[in-house]
């Protein structure tokens, strides 16, 4: 059980948080001082979360791969890596965590409480994966796979595969699809000083007289950006 002077929580409204957070995530610890470990960010003391973050990485990107694998066998290898990306990225799991009401158990240092830190998605994702890592350690990789899997179903559910693929990628196969030549792309202007430069980019292509333009930091987002505005436009033009 968690040291309630440390949490500065009285130690019944402690154990009442755990046993509502271990129903959430759908795991009862035999060692609960593991899951204490596992809530504890690096700001609150040296027995850390750390380390179980380091192992729950592991398991949770293996999990998502093994879940978008078997959920969609017409993705290439590609689109599943962009899939698991949005899955596992600090946001994907700051979802996960908010579905837990994570932020109220997380054991923060004074500074990391009073900056905001319960509501900091970096966070709550590594406290996500410090808990799968600590599921791991104490009932082992099958285990800690089934209990991790039920963690993403509803996020697998709503996946929109059709924008599994980069912008350019999407815009080049409608357009080849029907026929017309690839698209192009120019770079209108670039602003700014050599460190902090804006890349305005038009994208064109033999289907309409209309273009897409994309302003971004570098020109590979730029072109991604106007490649995304031009394909909704031939999209509603259908």
């Not at 994570?102 to 409480?113: C, D, F, Q, V």
């Amino acid at each position: 059980m968690a040291d309630s002077s440390m949490t500065g929580a009285p130690r019944s409204t402690v154990k009442l948080t755990h046993v509502a957070l271990q129903r959430a995530i759908g795991y009862q610890f035999a060692d609960e001082a593991l899951l204490v470990r596992a809530l504890t960010h690096r700001s609150f003391g040296a027995d850390n979360n750390e380390r179980l973050e380091f192992i729950g990485d592991g398991i949770v990107n293996a999990v998502a791969a093994n879940l978008l694998y078997h959920s969609f066998p017409a993705l290439d290898e590609g689109d599943l890596s962009r899939l698991r990306s949005k899955l596992v990225s600090k946001e994907g799991l700051a979802r996960v965590a908010a579905r837990f009401d994570l932020s109220a158990s997380i054991r923060l240092g004074a500074g990391e409480r009073k900056s905001g830190g319960r509501q900091r998605a970096s966070i709550l994702a590594d406290a996500v994966e410090a808990i799968a890592g600590a599921v791991l350690i104490e009932s082992g990789f099958d285990v800690a796979s089934n209990v991790v899997a039920t963690w993403f179903d509803e996020d697998v559910a709503s996946l929109d595969v059709s924008r599994s693929r980069d912008a350019k990628t999407r815009l080049q196969e409608w357009l080849q699809g029907r026929g017309h030549s690839l698209p192009q792309y120019a770079v209108r202007s670039i602003s700014g000083e050599d460190h902090h430069q804006m890349f305005d980019v038009v994208c064109s292509c033999d289907a309409t007289d209309v273009t897409g333009e994309g302003s971004a930091s570098s020109r590979k987002k730029a072109e991604q950006i106007a490649a995304d505005a031009l394909l909704e436009i031939l999209s509603n033009d259908r």
